[in-house]
């Protein structure tokens, strides 16, 4: 008996905590929250948080609030650090998760600036950067990292095609499967995800060597799918 009342008692004060933490978010004004309370989460994050946060898995702030402390997502913080993170984890940066990327659109005249084949005979492969005031497209993610590693400077984003659900993601924000038995149109290439346990599982049904993100691929592991 008394170990089912000490559970309760610890039920209600979790809901009472997280009712309380909800209400006090919500009692923050918009000004306040774009001026001071998201840049502050975001510097807290970037500096002091796992950078691997699913977002996704969250419905309820309050539980992404639970699961940081409770996980140690982060290194300890103050509680309005921590209050400053969780908006800017939430209110900002899922939203920005969330938002549909624009397709990638290739026109018929169009071809890869390294190998020179026409991009709209192969759409599962495309890929492309973009600059202020130009793009190309590539039939692939290695030609694509090929033109990127000679031209980086000035580049506003990078969009790929997840091999599962053929939607465009961010390029650079992805997970990539090096040396696997699926092959693109110019042979051995870089398979993107945007979710690493995609990336694992894709690696572990076909042979692949490496899941790796953009930003630690090499110019060398690139040249060398052309052996």
């Keep these: 008996m008394l170990a089912k ?47 691997d946060i699913d977002l996704q898995n969250y419905t309820k702030i309050e539980v992404l609030q639970n699961d940081i402390k409770k996980l140690q997502l982060c290194k300890p913080l103050q509680e309005k650090q921590l209050q400053a993170v969780v908006l800017y984890l ?13 397709h990638i659109q290739v026109s018929k005249d169009e071809k890869c600036p ?58 650079k924000k992805a997970y990539y499967v090096i040396g696997s038995d699926i092959y693109g149109p110019m042979g051995n ?3 993107p995800f945007k979710n690493k346990q995609d990336a694992h599982t894709f690696y572990m049904d076909h042979r692949g060597s490496k899941v790796i993100e953009f930003k630690d691929i090499t110019v060398e592991e690139v040249y060398k799918l052309d052996e």
């Excluded at 940066?93 to 549909?100: C, L, P, Q, R, V």
């Excluded at 692939?140 to 997840?162: A, P, R």
Aim: net charge positive; hydrophobic share 35%.
């Design 5 to 51: 009342n000490i559970f309760l008692s610890f039920v209600i004060v979790f809901i009472s905590t997280s009712s309380l933490f909800s209400q006090t978010l919500s009692s923050i004004s918009l000004k306040k929250k774009e001026k001071k309370i998201y840049p502050m989460g975001k510097r807290i994050f970037e500096k002091r948080c796992h950078q």
């Design 90 to 102: 939430f209110e900002v940066k899922k939203i920005g998760e969330n938002k549909t990327l624009e």
């Design 114 to 171: 390294i190998c020179g084949m026409f991009i709209y005979k192969y759409p599962r492969w495309a890929t492309q950067i973009f600059y202020a005031q130009k793009h190309y497209s590539f039939d692939g993610v290695k030609d694509l990292l090929k033109y990127y590693f000679e031209h980086s400077k000035g580049i506003t984003k990078i969009l790929v095609n997840d091999y599962y659900s053929q939607k465009t993601i961010d390029g």
């Design 189 to 191: 290439e870089l398979i």
